[in-house]
Structure formats: structure tokens, C-alpha cells
């Protein structure tokens, strides 16, 4: 099921616009809460980058500095036709920089409408990880909105108020949905061999994509049985329960206290990121997702992902858009809000218009 048509809680209002015109329209600030100890081996360069993806950045930041990839860090990922200020980490053990020029080196393989500018940069004893940072911020601007704009404050205040399915966004599966293809062949050859799983290095990043491709997907099948039940922002008997803005999971039994507290959108219900491991949502929901898993595509997928060592994990069903704020612009309308990682702010753009015109996804 493609993530434009999965089950939606209400009808987006009967609005168009285009999206991502321009990559202004569309800028993402990455949040981390470190304290740099202004010593150590790891460069820190925070940078504002415009058409350029990350993987294609922390490259040309390993070639500068003349270090293998690994030794170049960053948290997340970052959409390429955006403006987006992040984080990256180089090792340096002796701290001796370069002789040319970041500015300069960067800008001798940028293409035309690319864009690269060093903000700043620190020493630090340690290397950026992958998902160090806990939200992004996004500033976006719908242009030439049309249709019933009028409903446009009651839509908002209710995302605000009440978040929205925390689907994983389109960008997840690659363009028109190859990389999810692509997972039914590589886990149905995968399931097909009994040698185990084990791939060099530059194979398992490339294998990543599927993977990622093929929890996503399920994951999205899980949520949308909820979002149809209208249950997605309920308890049910046998949940397994996130609490806001943590990564904290529990079981807990159905209590008054719980239904409350899911209300009050201080715990969510999950779903399964299918993998190794024990279960932990029983009873009612329970059934109800091994209900829905019990599809012969459903199952190469969840076996698949069991036989390449995926771990099990639970992500929530609601996603919670803080800081929500928007105001007209003319023809425009500008939001400003606050998600946490892992979470799409396609994925919320899509609760608010039922059509946008996007050049890049």
C-alpha cells in the first residue's frame, strides 16, 4: 500500500498547493543538545547545505580531509531539495586541517543551484552518531493554496491539539516505491538460501534501503488497520504503550488511568518494527496485527527481515507536531513546527491538504 493512499483519521480539507517549489520552501534544522568539549580529535562543523543530500556531503568531507568514510559522522539524514543545517564530525587524531580550504574543495564539485556554507565549527572528544540528535525543525511554505482555506485554523489547531498517524513518509520507499520491490526479491532469495546473513560493509549500507523499505512498510500496513478501526489513538487490550517524547515502551494493562493517559496524549499506542525478538503486545492487539500480517507478501517480509538479524522494536502510532504555528502569507501558507526523529513532516503536510504539486518528494 503506497503511503498516499494509506487510511487517513479525517479528509484533509478540499485544499491544493505546491510544495517544495523551491528549496527555501522547505528548510529543516536538525536539533542536538551537546556540550562540545572544544578538545579532542573530532572536528565538528556544523553546515548549511541547499541540493545536496548528507551521504553525498559527509563524502566530500572525507575526501577533504583525506579520511576513510567512517571516520566522518553525522546524526540523520537530511532531504536533499531543502535547505537543511546540520551537524558532521571529522577525525582528525592529530588536528592538523588540510591545506586547501573546506570552502574552497566544496566548491569545486557543486553543481549549479548547489549550495554549501561552513557555520561554524568546534573540537570534540567524540564522534557524531547516527541519531544523536532528538527532533528537527521544520519551516515550510505551501504556495498558491486553493480551495476551502477557510477550514485551514480548525484543521491546524486539531494536529496541534491531537497529532497525527505517525506514518513513514514516501521518501522511505525511494522513487515510485522501487526500494520496497526490491525487499519481496532480496528477502524471498535471502529466505530461499540457508547460508546466513552476512554482508561486507558497502553491501549491508546498500541493503539498508530495503530493509528500511520493508519495516516501514509493515509497520505503515499496522498503523493503517488502526487508523481504519479508528483505534490509532486509543488503547487497546494488550498494547504496548510509548511514553511522549521519549523512547521509553511499556506494557500496561487497559485501566481507566491508561485510557486517560493516552487521551491526554501523554502515552501512545504502538505497532511492531518487525524483527528478533519477543512480542510484547498481546490479547486484542495482538490479533489484530497478526491478523492483518497473516498475507503471504506480509510474512517474506517479517521472515525476511527475522533471517537478515533485523532487531524487533515498537515505534508509536501518533506523532505528536510540536510547536505547531502558521500564518498567511497572500497566496501562501507558512508553518513552523517541531518533530522528532524518525518522524515525517510529509506525513503531516498530507493532513492538511488533500493535493500538493511537489518537484521532489
Not at 501523554?266 to 492487539?285: F, S, W
Not at 513532516?345 to 492538511?352: D, K
Request: glycine share 8%.
Amino acid at each position: 500500500m503506497s503511503p498516499t493512499t494509506l487510511p487517513l483519521p479525517w479528509q484533509p480539507p478540499a485544499l491544493s498547493a505546491d510544495f517544495k517549489s523551491m528549496p527555501e520552501d522547505f528548510i529543516v534544522t536538525e536539533m542536538l543538545d551537546i556540550e562540545h568539549s572544544g578538545s579532542g580529535e573530532h572536528l565538528w562543523l556544523h553546515i548549511t547545505k541547499i541540493n545536496l543530500n548528507t551521504a553525498y556531503v559527509a563524502k566530500l568531507l572525507a575526501d577533504w580531509a583525506g579520511v576513510p568514510a567512517r571516520d566522518v559522522g553525522y546524526s540523520g539524514l537530511k532531504d536533499r531539495h531543502a535547505v537543511t543545517h546540520q551537524w558532521f564530525s571529522i577525525r582528525l587524531p592529530s588536528q592538523t586541517m588540510p591545506d586547501i580550504s573546506l570552502e574552497n574543495f566544496i566548491k569545486a564539485h557543486l553543481n549549479d543551484g548547489e549550495s554549501f556554507i561552513p557555520n561554524k565549527q568546534t573540537w570534540h572528544n567524540r564522534k557524531l552518531n547516527r541519531g544523536t540528535h532528538k527532533y528537527n525543525h521544520f519551516a515550510i511554505r505551501l504556495r498558491h493554496l486553493k480551495g476551502d482555506i477557510g477550514v485551514i485554523d480548525e484543521t491546524l489547531k486539531r494536529i496541534k491539539s491531537g497529532g497525527v498517524p505517525n506514518y513513514f513518509g514516501e521518501q522511505r520507499f525511494g522513487i515510485e516505491g522501487k526500494n520496497l520491490d526490491k525487499a519481496y526479491s532480496f528477502f524471498e532469495k535471502q529466505l530461499m538460501s540457508n547460508k546466513p546473513y552476512r554482508p561486507n560493509k558497502k553491501l549491508a549500507e546498500k541493503d539498508g534501503l530495503m530493509i528500511s523499505a520493508a519495516r516501514s512498510a509493515l509497520f505503515n500496513a499496522l498503523l493503517g488497520k488502526r487508523v481504519a478501526d479508528g483505534t490509532w489513538n486509543q488503547a487497546l487490550l494488550g498494547d504496548v504503550f510509548n511514553l511522549e517524547g521519549t523512547g521509553s515502551i511499556f506494557q500496561d494493562a487497559l485501566t481507566d488511568e491508561v485510557k486517560s493517559r493516552v487521551k491526554q496524549c501523554d502515552i501512545h499506542p504502538t505497532a511492531p518494527l518487525m524483527g528478533i525478538g519477543d512480542r510484547r503486545d498481546c490479547d486484542a492487539a495482538r490479533a489484530l496485527y497478526d491478523t492483518l500480517l497473516d498475507h503471504d507478501r506480509y510474512q517474506t517480509l517479517c521472515q525476511g527481515l527475522i533471517k537478515i538479524g533485523a532487531k524487533l522494536a515498537y515505534r508509536p502510532l501518533r506523532l505528536m507536531v510540536h510547536d505547531l504555528t502558521w500564518e498567511r502569507s497572500g497566496d501562501d501558507l507558512c508553518l513552523e513546527f517541531r518533530l522528532p526523529k524518525g518522524a515525517f513532516a510529509t506525513v503531516v503536510i498530507r493532513m492538511i491538504v488533500q493535493e500538493y504539486q511537489s518537484k521532489h518528494t
